[in-house]
């Protein structure tokens, strides 16, 4: 939707030419209004949030105090206890953060996190949110759009490149890649850490969830059996932490280390950024300052941008311009007919579900990178694709493969539930953003990987004693 350039005051006519920015309801900011509401979703931070930064923009013109809220919902599709004992953890570190910039925190569980309701008794003017592709926030978005009587715009700030600069899906990495580096340098930049000119007053009675509670207390259909993990603590202080051990550590050797599962080589930043604990802003400027730094090479750089920035943007690209993104219908059109090809081929061995579930199958390296998954919320990249080929192998037929790594994926991994999961999942059984390779049995030309080649790319034993002595007591086996 385009600005209203008439009724529109002149800073909000710069702002909406931003590509960063979407104009879902174009009118003037209301009149005799109280504050600016910034709707918090998916950027779950106080750091490095252009959504957040914008939100503080326009209530400094108006003059008005800002409020960001977040409605801690119950029902969020495929999220249980590990998920939201992560965002919980995360609270705190964003209404810290939040205070520094003189911006109050309201968060509200159900049945009163109504957006609307908080929208009229906080005497909004104007709404900003963040933005995610993924099709059930965007679908909330869109009717939200339609119900509200007061300008919405939404601001993509967890990618590097604002995704409207790819009107289309692209269909490689290759073909993005030269325009992601060429607009690269006008969007990887540091941002003044600007603060609210107006404090808000909390009026007395205007309810908020205190952030250092339990915010799934009393929500009885939560899926609690998949168990919150201690191998990472939520939050932004957290995510910062990481990302220092690794820029120290770990960055300088990153082409080569992230390899080796077997090792601690790649940054394990996935579930942050999936919670918007961390801007990719934040971490690849982090990565500037040590090759300036003299700590890493700019090659060693570059492969790392290759997958936090390459990789990353090309999933957001994905789901956003390709509706079935999470089943075998967004395969390109070879890898849907030679899968259908072979979906009569004998599978063998032949898995359940439930067998898969469990890690008990006749693999030990499988089963060791599910239990990784089961244990720590997190599996490492190499041995994600090689669980969601086998998955492939070991189904009854490709669609139900990619209908059981989603569900796994999306159950036990902490950076579950997001664009890289649907496009790695893609990519391994369904040839997207791969290109045809030599014909075998049940994969036809999606690209094979055998367990004997990639149990010897690196020290696979290692890899096997380390996660099972993570996890003596596995289901008991
Ligand atoms: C079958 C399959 C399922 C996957 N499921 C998920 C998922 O649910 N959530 C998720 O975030 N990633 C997923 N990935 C992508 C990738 O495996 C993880 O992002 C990565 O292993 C996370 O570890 P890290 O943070 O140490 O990555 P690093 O190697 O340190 O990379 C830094 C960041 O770059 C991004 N990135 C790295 N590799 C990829 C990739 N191949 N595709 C897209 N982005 C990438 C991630 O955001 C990652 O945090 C999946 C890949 C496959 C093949």
């Not at 790819?166 to 340098?185: C, D, N, S, T």
Request: proline share 6%.
């Amino acid at each position: 939707m385009a600005a209203d350039d008439e009724a529109l005051p002149v800073f909000l006519k710069e702002i909406a030419d931003d590509p960063r920015v979407t104009i879902r309801r174009s009118e003037p900011p209301l009149k005799d209004a109280k504050c600016v509401v910034y709707w918090m979703q998916r950027a779950q931070r106080g750091l490095d949030n252009p959504a957040l930064d914008l939100a503080i923009r326009i209530g400094n013109e108006l003059d008005l105090p800002v409020l960001a809220f977040f409605s801690a919902i119950s029902n969020y599709p495929h999220a249980n206890l590990r998920h939201y004992a992560f965002l919980n953890q995360g609270l705190k570190d964003i209404e810290d953060d939040l205070a520094v910039r003189n911006v109050e925190f309201i968060v509200r569980r159900p049945p009163n996190n109504s957006l609307e309701k908080l929208l009229a008794e906080a005497g909004a003017a104007m709404l900003i949110g963040d933005e995610s592709p993924c099709r059930e926030p965007e679908r909330w978005r869109k009717v939200l759009a339609k119900r509200l009587d007061m300008p919405f715009w939404t601001v993509d700030a967890d990618v590097v490149v604002p995704s409207a600069l790819f009107p289309k899906h692209q269909y490689m990495l290759h073909i993005m890649r030269p325009k992601l580096l060429a607009e690269m340098p006008k969007y990887l930049v540091a941002t003044p850490l600007v603060k609210a000119q107006r404090g808000w007053e909390r009026p007395r009675g205007f309810e908020s969830f205190n952030v250092t509670g339990d915010v799934t207390e009393g929500w009885k259909t939560l899926d609690r059996s998949v168990m919150p993990v201690d191998s990472f603590t939520g939050g932004t202080r957290a995510a910062l932490r990481r990302l220092e051990y690794f820029v120290a550590h770990g960055l300088a050797d990153y082409a080569r280390q992230r390899n080796h599962p077997e090792i601690d080589g790649t940054s394990m930043l996935s579930p942050y950024l999936h919670f918007g604990h961390i801007s990719p802003v934040t971490i690849a400027l982090a990565c500037e300052d040590a090759v300036r730094e003299g700590m890493a090479t700019g090659a060693a750089r570059d492969a790392y941008f290759n997958e936090l920035i390459g990789w990353r943007e090309l999933s957001v690209n994905f789901v956003k311009y390709v509706p079935d993104y999470d089943s075998i219908e967004c395969a390109p059109e070879w890898a849907q007919k030679t899968l259908l090809e072979h979906a009569g081929d004998r599978r063998d061995p032949e898995y359940t579900l439930e067998q898969l579930e469990r890690a008990q199958t006749h693999d030990e390296l499988w089963n060791a990178a599910q239990t990784q998954m089961l244990k720590t919320g997190w599996m490492h990249n190499y041995l994600r694709m090689y669980w969601a080929k086998k998955i492939l192998e070991w189904a009854p037929n490709p669609a139900l493969a990619w209908e059981w790594a989603v569900i796994l994926n999306d159950k036990y991994e902490l950076d579950g539930r997001d664009p890289n999961g649907y496009q790695g999942i893609a990519w391994a059984l369904g040839g997207v953003h791969d290109r045809p390779w030599f014909d075998r049995q049940i994969f036809g030309t999606v690209r094979y990987m055998s367990g004997a080649s990639t149990g010897k790319k690196f020290d696979s034993k290692r890899y096997i004693a380390r996660v099972m002595a993570t996890a003596p007591d596995l289901w008991q086996r």
